[in-house]
């Protein structure tokens, strides 16, 4: 997408809150089809990246990209209701609020302006008045512009083993060397009858 400092961010910033809050919704509240979904934005000193995750057992895969496209397709051709809009600015305005409390934080915040506004006499951002007067109109042009298929790209992590099928393993293991040893013993027993057998006089 686009730098820190560029004027599209604050539009991208609630296209990730409102999108997170759809896809939660539908997908993992109302339908089940994964452990986790949501969307963020990443902003850089030279460039940014727009990023919708989830998590999931992978047997759904089709139907949960379906549901993803279809909302970012829907961000695009339909702008923001004037109550959703107000609630996503809301909880990016509390949440900004919320992690600058402390001195820490702070200083992490002005040490990242000083890298994002480099120009000279670029005034530092002021995020929650960025927010506040973007408009539904803004966050449909910036969708329109950063959510397009030349622009995008998939990612599949499946890793070679999970907890379900590390169990699974550890269960067959455990299977296989009960049953070597069951047969084990009954192959010395048999042997044992035999030797036994052979040992007295006809």
């Known amino acids: 997408t686009v730098d820190a400092a560029h004027s599209d961010v604050p539009a991208l910033e609630l296209l990730a809150e409102v999108l997170s809050d759809r896809l939660t919704d539908e997908v993992r509240l109302r339908r089940g089809l994964v452990y ?16 919708v995750h989830t998590e999931s057992d992978g047997v759904n895969m089709a139907e949960i990209q379906e549901i993803i496209e279809r909302n970012l397709k829907q961000l695009c051709e339909e702008p923001l209701s004037a109550e959703e809009l107000a609630q996503a600015k809301a909880q990016l305005t509390g949440q900004f609020a919320l992690s600058t409390q402390s001195n820490v934080s702070l200083a992490w915040l002005y040490a990242g302006y000083s890298v994002w506004c480099r120009a000279a006499g670029m005034p530092l951002p002021d995020f929650c008045a960025d927010i506040e007067r973007s408009s539904a109109e803004d966050v449909m042009r910036v969708a329109q512009r ?27 293991g455990i299977t296989l060397m009960l049953g070597m040893m069951f047969w084990q013993r009954e192959n010395d027993r048999r042997e044992r009858s035999l030797g036994q057998r052979g040992g007295h006089p006809g």
């Open 36 to 51: 986790s979904i949501g969307a963020y934005n990443v902003s850089l000193s030279d460039v940014g990246y727009f990023v």
């Open 146 to 172: 950063y959510f397009v298929r030349h622009n995008t790209y998939l990612a599949l992590y499946r890793p070679a083993f999970t907890l379900k099928t590390a169990a699974l393993g550890v269960a067959a």
